[in-house]
Nanobody, 113 residues
Framework: QVQLVESGGGLVQTGGSLRLSCIAS????????MGWYRQAPDNGTEFLAM???????TYSDRVKGQATISRDNTQNAVFLQMHKLTLDDSSVYYC???????WGPGTQVTVSS
């Protein structure tokens, strides 16, 4: 089993940037496809981006050009860099291992005007 913990959320002004981190423990995630999601207004989850073990990336149309997903296997971590944040980007952001279907507890991002 893998445990995931997100960090890097907080309060940011519109137009600002954030770098979210997801640190894994319990097993190596270097071969896992990892994803970033956020809570949607209807309390569902909105897919944002994913990165394969080979480093191939996929983005939702919503964040394409605004977000960059990356990973550092030496840290057993994945990251999500977001810029030009808007009020609509306020949410709880989660990382997920697509291999184990494990989720982290999430990190709150609040964008203020």
């Amino acid at each position: 089993q893998v445990q995931l913990v997100e960090s890097g959320g907080g309060l940011v002004q519109t137009g600002g940037s954030l770098r979210l981190s997801c640190i894994a423990s319990g097993r190596a995630i270097s071969d896992d496809t990892m994803g970033w999601y956020r809570q949607a207004p209807d309390n569902g989850t909105e897919f944002l981006a994913m990165i394969s073990g080979f480093g191939l990336t996929t983005y939702s149309d919503r964040v394409k050009g605004q977000a960059t997903i990356s990973r550092d296997n030496t840290q057993n971590a994945v990251f999500l860099q977001m810029h030009k944040l808007t009020l609509d980007d306020s949410s709880v952001y989660y990382c997920k291992s697509c291999h184990t279907q494990s989720w982290g507890p999430g990190t709150q991002v609040t964008v203020s005007s």
